[in-house]
């Protein structure tokens, strides 16, 4: 049922923690199976130098984020706002149908995370200008 590399990323997830002094911080929340997910993004000149995660919830929420994670470090924040649920799939090896709105809360929580640093410090940052932090997370 799931790629070795999703049960890979479970296993020994990279980047879990948080960052105390963190740029960005997204937390984002399926309402339906109740999972959360949390982003901690340092950014220095437009470049994401670390990031790390907190989840509270399934295997294939933890392995997404743990993709999604590595996916974005040391890109630029106009970078990983291009980053789709669907990439994040890709690089896992694909996951079941039932499990893919768990990588769609990867790239919401990415998103926040991005959208709280924007807030911080003025910027607009493109693809973001229509992101609502707070709205249920769906899939597409
Ligand atoms: Fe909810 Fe996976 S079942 S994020």
Redesign the pocket.
Known sequence: MYTEKVMEHFRNPRNVGEIKDADGIGMVG?A????I?KIYMKINNGIIDDVKFQTF?????IA?SSMATELIKGKSVDEAVELTNKAVVEALGGLPKV?V??SV?AEQAVKSALYDYAQKNNLVVKGLEDFNPDEDVHEH
Not at 32 to 35: A, L, M, P, Q
Not at 57 to 61: I, M
Request: proline residues 0%.
């Open positions: 399926n339906k199976c109740g999972d997910m919830g399934c295997g294939s929420a997404s499990k709105h768990c809360l």
